[in-house]
């Protein structure tokens, strides 16, 4: 009887088989009963019809006439444990779809209403290109172990979008231990039809994800051609999502600004602009605050002064750059010098990596003694002569220096009076650089389009297509930078004597303050090649500065 229960029951094993006879109505084994019946031939039915009440324990004129379809296959479906697997990823193919909890309203429904068993509901917000989904292994491995016998999905591209998940539910189909698959939007049964079909419905769900790809892969190509960025605008700048444009962050654009300038002084390390960041209440746009990675990231992007790096490649940006790029290189220069973290010291002695030995040339350092800051020679050469310095008398020669590089408020006033005078003589020549400058551009430009066609007539590999576009985007870049300087303030010595003139009429403010930071940074804008000889600061001065120095010794030239 058990061997023939089993049969009847389409692989269902013995023992649920068994288990289920116990609570199976008597109309329920009339069911049974006369669609087994039916299948035999009419000779043998007889024979059939007296056994029956023996085995199953009903009367056999009730199997033929109270027996329906219906509830034949629902007493299948009660035999048989379902997952419920309901998924929805974030990715651009599953917007469409309905939300998870949606999902599990319709499948509970869709099981009352079949007379489905649920083992478990399963839910899952993971993409489904790419095997890898933990939870959906975790359910095949459930029923690997034969604790349900089907899955219950609103279709199949929510079990499977890639080949290696879709084989995978194919091949347990095949080999019995998915026993039964439903649906509420797609037909399958356990047929070689039904096999077919679930896997045509996998293939187009892979052509659909892969087209889909591809069609996302060609908007950004486009996009980035046209100088937009494809993506959440970082740190600095805000997504306009009306215009679909990225504009300045009216609160942190000038911040970010300053990082750059302060770091590429090569006097800020991270942890100093992070302060700086949190002194401005400056967050990330999930509002947390900034660490040394994200701050060594803005510093590495070339966003921030007009280009865009996408896959190794860069295209020319046209959004409003926070930074030009001739502060960008010097950032990245700074960057690069430093190198491997070194080792906090103990004492941060600011004027220590400034300061060369006149006799031997090894590094000046420091040390405390006795409460005082001393600097000296490390010797690390040989034997040297030369003394130690007291920070006071080290800070008093800087001051001195500065002092004499700085220029009196009467003389920098007439010297600015005369430089607008000549400022409108000087504008025909601008213009003619501008353009010859556009000139320059326009012939970049030329050189892009045919180095575009060498690549794609594969007449040169990618690697030296990459390497000689970005060259050509650099000089076109520092080409427009210098048009806009000179549209905006001049290009010209008039407006380069204007920044000095007023840069050394401040700089004597410096020398009246103790802030050691800002005068070491006044000194290393005003010369270079520092050495320490005899007790006494030497420096070679910078153009500009040496004549600074020659004025404030004649002090008659201030008058002409």
């Not at 035999?40 to 056994?51: D, M, N, Y």
Request: glycine fraction near 6%; proline fraction near 3%; charge should be positive.
């Amino acid at each position: 009887p058990i061997g023939s229960f089993k049969q009847f029951y389409f692989g269902v094993d013995a023992a649920r088989a068994a288990a289920g006879a116990a609570w199976i109505s008597a109309a329920a084994l009339k069911v049974r009963s006369y669609f087994f019946v039916k299948t035999l031939p009419l000779g043998k039915r007889g024979a059939l019809r007296r056994q029956t009440p023996a085995l199953l324990g009903c009367k056999m004129e009730f199997f033929i006439f109270y027996s329906q379809k219906q509830t034949f296959l629902s007493l299948i479906n009660k035999l048989m444990k379902y997952f419920i697997y309901a998924r929805k990823s974030t990715d651009e193919e599953d917007r469409q779809v309905l939300s998870i909890d949606s999902q599990l309203n319709e499948l509970k429904e869709f099981a009352a209403k079949e007379k489905l068993e649920i083992a478990a509901s399963l839910c899952e917000a993971k993409t489904a290109k790419e095997p890898g989904r933990s939870i959906f292994n975790e359910m095949i491995q459930k029923i690997e172990k034969g604790e349900a016998d089907g899955i219950l999905s609103w279709h199949p591209d929510r079990l499977a979008r890639n080949p290696i998940d879709g084989g995978k539910i194919i091949y347990l189909v095949d080999t019995g231990k998915i026993k039964s698959l439903k649906f509420p939007t797609f037909w399958f049964d356990n047929t070689p039809q039904g096999k077919f079909m679930l896997n045509i419905a996998f293939g187009q769900s892979k052509y659909y994800i892969d087209n889909l790809s591809e069609n996302v892969k060609r908007g950004i190509r486009q996009k980035l051609r046209r100088g937009e960025f494809p993506g959440w605008a970082p740190t600095g700048y805000l997504n306009d999502l009306k215009n679909h444009t990225i504009i300045l962050d009216p609160q942190k654009h000038q911040a970010i600004q300053k990082i750059f300038e302060l770091y590429a002084t090569g006097d800020y390390p991270l942890e100093s602009l992070i302060a700086i960041l949190n002194a401005h209440s400056v967050k990330t746009r999930t509002n947390q605050s900034f660490t040394a990675s994200m701050i060594q990231n803005i510093l590495k992007n070339p966003f921030y002064c007009g280009i865009i790096k996408h896959k190794s490649e860069l295209y020319q940006a046209t959004h409003e750059p926070i930074i030009t790029k001739k502060l960008f290189d010097q950032t990245q220069e700074i960057m690069s010098h430093r190198g491997k973290r070194k080792q906090r010291a103990k004492h941060n002695f600011v004027f220590t990596g400034l300061i060369s030995c006149g006799i031997c040339g090894c590094a000046i350092t420091a040390e405390i003694q006795k409460g005082y800051i001393y600097y000296r020679c490390t010797k690390k050469k040989n034997h040297c002569s030369q003394k130690y310095i007291r920070q006071e008398d080290l800070i008093s020669q800087f001051k001195n220096i500065i002092q004499k590089v700085s220029l009196s408020d009467e003389w920098a006033d007439k010297m600015l009076h005369r430089l607008d005078k000549e400022k409108n003589e000087t504008d025909q020549s601008s213009n003619a650089l501008v353009f010859s400058l556009k000139n320059e551009i326009e012939v970049i430009n030329n050189k892009l389009d045919k180095l575009l066609d060498s690549h794609l007539e594969e007449i040169i590999d990618k690697d030296e297509y990459l390497k000689k576009k970005h060259k050509f985007i650099h000089q076109k870049i520092d080409f427009e930078e210098k048009i806009k300087t000179i549209q905006d303030k001049g290009n010209n010595w008039l407006e380069r004597m204007r920044d000095f003139i007023l840069e050394a009429k401040t700089i004597k403010k410096i020398a009246q303050e103790d802030d050691l930071l800002k005068i070491k940074q006044a000194i290393k804008k005003v010369g270079s090649n520092f050495i320490l000889k005899d007790k006494k600061f030497h420096f070679t001065a910078q153009k500009g500065w040496g004549l600074a120095a020659q004025s404030a010794a004649f002090p008659e030239w201030q008058g002409r």
